[in-house]
């Protein structure tokens, strides 16, 4: 590893602003960059030299030989200024600082944990329950006693059977902590899902945030962070990710890797893996929300996988009508997948159930997971002239799509195929029973 690049903007808010010089030579776990607003700390996540600060990143040459140790985060005077300190942001993706999401208090509320490794393919969160569940389980008691939570409910897909058993025992006595058991199905991750779900049985507005249901959301990983920064004063240096692919030949193949140093190159974390075949793309997170990357992109505090699909198959000329959900790919990205199959796109329709922010591109999900039906805008683009169709539907809409475009001789490719079929995943098509 010749070089680690770090971000100076890993989080909602603003970038940090550099503490250090080109030249310095830094610890792992100093702090060499802070915000001037809201924002997270950063932290040297390996012994080396700086060697160059741009506006938008610090390089660090590391060291041949590193210690093993780290400098630890100054004392503070309570368990949220060493969130604070420590520079913790949620790891389930939207990277919001921790400290600003905890500085709210929530008297006899809700703290929710999730756990649902909402993704297909992502297992990073559950294989850190596996080896953490008791150091998970403290991390959740700080957040909570901070938040002024009265209980805590773990949202997790009941076929982490493993996962489960072991939050079971390390809740024992705990309680007010429970397990929120959910289905098996896409995206029953998503904050408003989460709350929906439990015995709370509140659907949210598209607008509000957990807060309305006198809730807090926060992914397990950031409550294993939590602990470490309080009981180890240990600063955010690494992640857990996910990586998967043909890694070794034509094996489909998902491993774990943790505690990933931050600013790592996405091409030396894939040289373990010197017989990869062939991909068509390597996406950075999940396949239904995951972004294009490439070999020179860094591990951030937000990266939750590193997937190379397989190559896309070559439908040149084919009219591809674009079906957009509020749960996974953008139309834009869309686009992107249908011109690397050659596909012509003649046309974008969204679920029915998406609030779309016209200035962003993006959207929300009325009621994430369950479908209103599809046969209104699989008809539209039919209309358009297409001769087939690309969805990002949820499991829930993505089964109604097919039980209507056969019907109308018109194949359908989900934006999640390339990465399920690397490795090894079956496909989105009809709804399996073990997701009711």
């Known amino acids: ?3 680690i690049v770090l971000p100076l903007k890993q989080s909602v808010g603003t970038k940090a602003d550099p503490i250090v010089s080109e030249g310095d030579v830094v610890k792992r776990g100093q702090l060499i960059a802070q915000p001037s607003g809201l924002g997270v700390n950063l932290h040297a996540s390996l012994d080396g030299t700086i060697s160059e600060i741009t506006d938008d990143a610090i390089t660090i040459i590391p060291n041949l030989e590193q210690s093993g140790d780290y400098v630890r985060i100054p004392d503070t005077e309570d368990n ?5 300190e420590a520079g913790i942001v949620g790891c389930g993706g939207a990277g919001f600082p921790a400290y600003a999401k905890y500085g709210t208090k929530i008297p006899d509320g809700h703290l929710f944990i999730n756990a649902a490794e909402c993704e297909p393919i992502l297992g ?4 850190r329950i596996i080896t953490d569940a008791e150091k998970i389980i403290r991390g959740i008691e700080y957040v909570k006693e901070i938040v002024g939570a009265k209980d805590v ?3 997790i897909k009941h076929k982490h059977t493993n996962a489960v058993a072991l939050l079971e025992e390390a809740i024992r006595g705990h309680k007010d902590i429970s397990l929120e058991l959910m289905k098996n199905r896409y995206p029953e991750g998503e904050e408003r899902a989460i ?3 439990s015995n709370l049985h509140k659907l949210l507005k598209t607008t509000d945030l957990p807060y309305a249901a006198n809730a807090i959301v926060t992914n397990v990983e950031t409550v294993f962070r939590v602990a470490e920064a309080i009981e180890d004063r ?3 240096m690494t992640k857990d990710i996910t990586v998967g692919g043909r890694l070794n030949g034509d094996n489909e193949t998902v491993v774990v890797r943790k505690d990933v ?3 790592m190159l996405v091409k030396d974390i894939l040289a373990a893996y010197p017989d990869m075949a062939d991909y068509g793309e390597l996406i950075m997170g999940g396949p239904f929300t995951g972004k294009r990357t490439s070999l020179d992109s860094p591990i951030t505090k937000v990266s939750g996988g590193i997937i190379a699909t397989i190559p896309f198959p070559n439908v040149k000329g084919q009219k591809v009508g674009l079906l957009a959900c509020a749960c996974s790919a953008t139309p834009a990205r869309m686009k992107e997948i249908a011109e690397s199959m050659g596909a012509d796109a003649v046309g974008v329709e969204w679920c029915k159930n998406a609030v779309v922010n016209e200035k962003t591109g993006t959207a929300k999900c009325l009621n994430p997971g369950i479908c209103p039906g599809q046969a209104a805008t699989v008809l539209k683009l039919k209309a358009k002239g297409a001769e ?3 969805i990002g539907n949820c499991t829930d809409c993505t089964n109604t799509v097919m039980g209507i475009a056969p019907k109308m001789d018109m194949p359908v490719y989900h934006v999640t195929d390339f990465a399920r079929r690397a490795t090894g995943e079956r496909i989105m098509r009809h709804m399996l029973p073990e997701n009711d």
Request: overall charge positive; hydrophobic content about 50%; cysteine-free.
């Open 1 to 3: 590893m010749e070089k």
């Open 261 to 263: 140093p931050l600013g």
């Open 80 to 84: 949220l200024e060493a969130i604070k």
């Open 234 to 236: 240990k600063p955010v």
């Open 124 to 127: 990073h969160n559950i294989s």
């Open 153 to 155: 409910q773990i949202a």
């Open 388 to 390: 087939a169709l690309l």
């Open 195 to 197: 709350i929906r779900d």
